[in-house]
């Protein structure tokens, strides 16, 4: 089992740059997959991001790509999402998510195990 704790979602202006991160607790965390995932207002939950256990492979949603950054601290058990050129379509609740399996596009494509509670992030126009 891992625990999630998300944080430094706040509100920020159209073209700014934010930085999440996950703490996680588990003795297991670096062998997990991680992930980041939203949900919008009103709309289901989008995958953002993934990233392997040792970090050398990442994924990103098409509305991400190129904006978006994912990275993990194995020896700090945690995970980053850097945000740049945000925009108010990137409004939502931001998930971190980890799934004991490494076969990272397995996981993309079925969904991870474990979430967190979620950090709002807001973007104003």
């Known amino acids: 089992q891992v625990q999630l704790v998300e944080s430094g979602g706040r509100l920020v202006q159209a073209g700014a740059s934010l930085r999440l991160s996950c703490a996680a607790a588990?003795?297991?965390?670096?062998?997990?997959?991680m992930g980041w995932i939203r949900q919008a207002p009103g709309k289901g939950r989008e995958f953002v991001a993934a990233?392997?256990?040792?970090?050398?492979?990442?994924y990103y949603a098409d509305s991400v790509n190129g904006r978006f950054t994912i990275s993990r601290d194995n020896a700090k058990n945690t995970v980053f999402l850097q945000m740049n050129a945000l925009k108010s379509r990137d409004t939502a609740v931001y998930y971190c998510?980890?799934?004991?399996?490494?076969?990272?596009?397995?996981?993309?494509?079925?969904?991870?195990?474990?979430w967190g509670q979620g950090t709002q992030v807001t973007v104003s126009s």
């Open positions: 998510a980890a799934d004991s399996r490494q076969d990272t596009v397995a996981v993309v494509t079925s969904g991870f195990g474990h």
């Open positions: 588990g003795r297991a965390f670096s062998s997990y997959t």
């Open positions: 990233i392997s256990w040792n970090g050398a492979t990442t």
